[in-house]
T-cell receptor
Framework: EAGVAQSPRYKIIEKRQSVAFWCNPI?????LYWYQQILGQGPKLLIQ????????DSQLPKDRFSAERLKGVDSTLKIQPAKLEDSAVYLC????????????FGPGTRLTVT | GEDVEQSLFLSVREGDSSVINCTYT??????LYWYKQEPGAGLQLLTY?????DMKQDQRLTVLLNKKDKHLSLRIADTQTGDSAIYFC??????????FGPGTRLSVLP
């Protein structure tokens, strides 16, 4: 079974630029999560999708961050414009959405904003 | 908001047992998880426990839950150098409102 795929793995941009991250979840997983992990901290949930609907986006900075999940499969997370404090690893996870709600994480995208 | 706390560092000798502790504040948490993160990698689910259980054992891993004190622990028996990593405690309410702790960096000394 293929795992959660993310791209790119690394991205360096200047502040005020835009950036987008892509995630392909495990086939058949209904629930998809985006997390922000700042160096030395635990992951912080940004947004949770169930199929293509948003379940929770309470911690998403909506003035600059947006996310979508087309057709309930792949998802993109966008930052526009980026700030220095957005430097972090952005993790995508997926879950079957049933049973014990186990999450399977992708390798992450490391974003550096200069 | 809800909070999960962990001690930041733990150092043990190879072959000894490791115990990583976690406290949480959300009394409505239904599932509690332990994840492992190795350098440059995503998080790997190690084990989890449902809130109506006190203990769960899975090979070298033992999870203890004290729901009254909102305390969770992970015991790793016969710790090996390959167990060196950051361990995260997390909670959710039926797959929603996931909150992670800051992680405990486990160093295993030869």
């Amino acid at each position: 079974e293929a795992g959660v795929a993310q791209s790119p793995r690394y991205k360096i941009i200047e502040k005020r630029q835009s950036v987008a991250f892509w995630c392909n979840p495990i086939s058949g997983h209904a629930t998809l999560y985006w997390y922000q992990q700042i160096l030395g901290q635990g992951p912080k949930l940004l947004i949770q999708f169930q199929n293509n609907g948003v379940v929770d986006d309470s911690q998403l900075p909506k003035d600059r961050f947006s996310a979508e999940r087309l057709k309930g499969v792949d998802s993109t997370l966008k930052i526009q414009p980026a700030k220095l404090e957005d430097s972090a690893v952005y993790l995508c996870a997926s879950s079957p959405g049933t049973k014990d709600y186990e999450q399977y994480f992708g390798p992450g995208t490391r974003l550096t904003v200069t | 908001g809800e909070d999960v706390e962990q001690s930041l560092f733990l150092s043990v000798r190879e072959g000894d047992s490791s115990v990583i502790n976690c406290t949480y504040t959300d009394s409505s948490s239904t599932y509690l998880y332990w994840y492992k993160q190795e350098p440059g990698a995503g998080l790997q689910l190690l084990t989890y426990i449902f809130s109506n259980m006190d203990m769960k054992q899975d090979q070298r891993l033992t999870v203890l839950l004290n729901k009254k004190d909102k305390h969770l622990s992970l015991r790793i028996a016969d710790t090996q150098t390959g167990d060196s990593a950051i361990y995260f405690c997390a909670e959710s309410n039926y797959g929603q409102n996931f909150v992670f702790g800051p992680g405990t960096r486990l160093s295993v000394l030869p």
